[in-house]
C-alpha cells in the first residue's frame, strides 16, 4: 500500500516535471507588432459593417493584374516622406508631416508606430471634425467642378470600391469577384460584428 503511494507520487512527478519542460519553449517573446489580421470597419454605418482581411489584403496578390501584393503605403498613404508622397497626386500630406520612414511589414517589426494615423484620425464621418486635422480633407478630381468632402464614406469607397472596380475588369474570371462599388451588401452586412 505505502509503496505504491511513493511509485504514485513517484510517476506524477515525473509527469509534472517533463509536462513542464514541454511548455518552456512555446513561452518565446516577441517584441515586434504585426498588422492586424481581420478587422471590422464601419461598425457605425446604417447598412452595416465591413469585414475587412488585412492579413489576405497585404500577403494574397491582390494588386489590380493579381501578379503582386499591394504596398502598405497604398492604402497608408500618410505613412510614408512627404518627397515619396507628392509623386501621386494629389497626395502630399503625411503623418507626422517630418517623417522619413516608409511603412512596410519590416519597419512595424521594429516601430510599432509605423503607421502614424488611422484613415479616420482624418477621414472623419460626414459632419464631425477629425480628430488629426482641423477639417476633413477635400480633394478636387478631375472632371468634377467641386471639390469632394473625403469623409469616411469617400476614402473608403474610393480607396476599396475603386480598386474592385479594376479587378474585375482586368480579371473578369476570377471568382469569387472582390466586391465592387454598387455592390454596396457584398461588404456591408448587418449581422457581420
Ligand atoms: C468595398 C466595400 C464596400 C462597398 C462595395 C460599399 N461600401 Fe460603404 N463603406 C465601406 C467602408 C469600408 C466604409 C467606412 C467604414 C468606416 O468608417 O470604418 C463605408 C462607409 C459607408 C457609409 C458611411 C457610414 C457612416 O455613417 O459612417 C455609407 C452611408 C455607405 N458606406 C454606404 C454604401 C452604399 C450605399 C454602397 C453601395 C452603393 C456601399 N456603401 C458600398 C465599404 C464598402
Ligand atoms: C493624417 C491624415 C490622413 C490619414 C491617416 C489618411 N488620410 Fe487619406 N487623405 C488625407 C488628406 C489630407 C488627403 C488629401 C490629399 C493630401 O493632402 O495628401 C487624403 C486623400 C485621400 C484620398 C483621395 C486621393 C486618392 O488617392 O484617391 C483617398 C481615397 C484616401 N485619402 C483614403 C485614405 C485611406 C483608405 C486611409 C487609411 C488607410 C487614409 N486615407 C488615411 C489625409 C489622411
Ligand atoms: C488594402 C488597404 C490596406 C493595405 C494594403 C494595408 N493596410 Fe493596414 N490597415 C488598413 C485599414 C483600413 C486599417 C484599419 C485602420 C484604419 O482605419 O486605418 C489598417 C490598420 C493597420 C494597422 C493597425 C493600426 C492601428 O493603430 O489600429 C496596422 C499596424 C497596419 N494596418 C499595418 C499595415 C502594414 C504593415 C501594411 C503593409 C504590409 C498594411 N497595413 C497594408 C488598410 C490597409
Ligand atoms: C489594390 C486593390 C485592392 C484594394 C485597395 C482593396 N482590395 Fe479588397 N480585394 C482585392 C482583390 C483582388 C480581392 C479578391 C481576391 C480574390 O478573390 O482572389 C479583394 C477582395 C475583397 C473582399 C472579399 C472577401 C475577401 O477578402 O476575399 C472584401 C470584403 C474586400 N476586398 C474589402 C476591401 C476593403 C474594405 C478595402 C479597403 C479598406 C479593400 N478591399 C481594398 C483588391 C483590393
Not at 57 to 76: F, L, M, Q, W
Request: charged share 25%.
Amino acid at each position: 500500500m505505502k509503496i505504491f503511494t511513493i511509485f504514485a507520487f513517484a510517476v506524477l512527478s515525473i509527469l509534472l516535471v517533463s509536462n513542464t519542460s514541454k511548455v518552456t519553449p512555446f513561452v518565446s517573446a516577441q517584441d515586434g507588432k504585426k498588422p492586424p489580421e481581420v478587422i471590422t470597419l464601419g461598425t457605425d454605418a446604417k447598412l452595416g459593417s465591413i469585414k475587412f482581411n488585412h492579413l489576405d489584403h497585404i500577403t494574397k496578390n491582390r494588386s489590380v493584374d493579381g501578379t503582386k501584393p499591394i504596398a502598405c503605403v497604398e492604402c497608408h498613404h500618410t505613412a510614408q516622406p512627404a518627397s515619396e508622397a507628392v509623386k501621386h497626386p494629389p497626395h502630399k500630406t503625411v503623418w507626422p508631416a517630418d517623417r522619413t520612414t516608409t511603412l512596410t511589414m519590416e519597419l512595424l517589426e521594429k516601430d510599432p508606430t509605423a503607421v502614424g494615423a488611422i484613415c479616420r484620425d482624418c477621414h472623419a464621418r460626414a459632419d464631425t471634425k477629425p480628430k488629426l486635422l482641423p477639417e476633413i480633407p477635400q480633394v478636387k478630381f478631375e472632371g468634377s467642378a467641386e471639390p469632394t468632402i473625403m469623409t469616411n464614406q469617400q476614402a473608403f469607397h474610393r480607396k476599396c470600391g475603386s480598386c474592385h472596380d479594376e479587378v474585375v475588369k482586368a480579371r473578369p474570371d476570377l471568382t469569387p469577384p472582390p466586391p465592387t462599388s454598387k455592390k454596396c451588401m457584398a461588404c456591408h452586412k448587418k449581422t457581420a460584428a
